[in-house]
C-alpha cells in the first residue's frame, strides 16, 4: 500500500496497514494512493464470496492463489475476509496444501483448517459458527476452481 501525506510518501504492507474493523494506518493528512499487487507468474486464482443479495457486503470471501508444479500444490495463498477484524490469511490451509496432490481429497481436507485462528463476528446475517462453515466451504470451492 503506498500512502501519501504532507509528509510525503511511505509503503506499508497490508497486516500493517489493516488494524481493525474501518481503521487503518492512515494518519488524517494521509490519502491511499496506491495498491501494489506482485505479478504470479504460473499461479492461478478463484475468488468465492458468499452474501444474502447481491448489493450487500458479503458474509464471507475467499480469494485462493495457487501454484501447481505437476499435480503437486507447489505455492498455495488463500485470504479470508469478514473472518476477523481485518483481511486475514488461512495459513493451515495454505500448509496443508502445499507439496500435497492437488486432488479434491487433499483440498477438502485442507479446506477444514479454513477457520483454524478465526474470530468472525455475529450480526443479524451469520453467528460464528456459520461463518466458520461458510469460510471451510468457500475456501474448498476457490481451491478447487484455482487448480480447475
Known amino acids: 500500500m503506498v500512502i501519501q501525506g504532507t509528509g510525503g510518501r511511505r509503503t506499508?504492507?497490508?497486516?500493517?496497514?489493516?488494524?481493525?474493523?474501518?481503521?487503518?494506518?492512515?494518519?488524517?493528512?494521509?490519502?491511499?494512493?496506491?495498491?501494489?499487487?506482485?505479478?504470479h507468474t504460473?499461479?492461478?486464482?478463484?475468488?468465492?464470496?458468499?452474501?444474502?443479495?447481491?448489493?450487500?457486503?458479503?458474509?464471507?470471501?475467499?480469494?485462493?492463489t495457487v501454484r501447481a508444479d505437476g499435480g503437486t500444490i507447489a505455492e498455495a495463498r488463500i485470504g479470508l475476509t469478514n473472518m476477523a477484524s481485518i483481511p486475514m490469511r488461512a495459513t493451515a490451509v495454505e500448509e496443508a496444501l502445499v507439496g500435497r496432490s492437488a486432488d479434491a481429497d487433499t483440498i477438502r481436507a485442507a479446506a477444514e483448517h479454513a477457520a483454524d485462528g478465526t474470530s468472525p463476528t455475529v450480526d443479524g446475517n451469520a453467528d460464528v459458527e456459520y461463518r466458520q462453515h461458510l469460510a471451510r466451504v468457500l475456501t474448498g470451492r476457490a481451491v478447487e476452481a484455482a487448480m480447475a
Do not use: C
Request: charged share 20%.
Open 12 to 39: 506499508v504492507s497490508s497486516p500493517e496497514f489493516f488494524q481493525d474493523f474501518f481503521t487503518t494506518s492512515l494518519a488524517a493528512d494521509e490519502i491511499l494512493v496506491e495498491v501494489r499487487v506482485p505479478k
Open 42 to 64: 504460473g499461479w492461478s486464482a478463484h475468488y468465492e464470496k458468499f452474501n444474502r443479495v447481491a448489493q450487500a457486503w458479503s458474509m464471507v470471501a475467499v480469494a485462493a
